[in-house]
Nanobody
């Protein structure tokens, strides 16, 4: 089993920044890709950004150039630096990790961007 705990969400004005963290604990072997997803009310969950164990990154089109994902493989911790936030970035942000045979989700952290 793997446990994921997100932190760093909150309320910020448009144009501001937040940094999300995701700390993993438990059976931390064979961890592959890690990623951030978000879900706004009435919408499907969508990929925000992902990062492989080798550091290759992928971003959703709406956040390219504004968000940056990183990970600390020694601590199995992942970060999401969010800059130039927009009201449409308001959502619950979820941490996800994948292993060859399963995947895990965090409980989510709320990000609210006011206009």
């Amino acid at each position: 089993q793997v446990q994921l705990v997100e932190s760093g969400g909150g309320l910020v004005q448009a144009g501001g920044s937040l940094r999300l963290s995701c700390a993993a604990s438990g059976s931390l072997f064979s961890i592959g890709a890690m990623g951030w997803y978000r879900q706004a009310p009435g919408k499907q969950r969508e990929l925000v950004a992902s990062i492989t164990s080798l550091g290759d990154t992928n971003y959703g089109d709406s956040v390219k150039g504004r968000f940056a994902i990183s990970r600390d493989n020694a601590r199995i911790t992942m970060y999401l630096q969010m800059n130039s936030l927009k009201p449409e970035d308001t959502a619950v942000y979820y941490c996800n990790i994948k292993r060859p045979w399963d995947e895990y989700w965090g409980q989510g952290t709320q990000v609210t961007v006011s206009s």
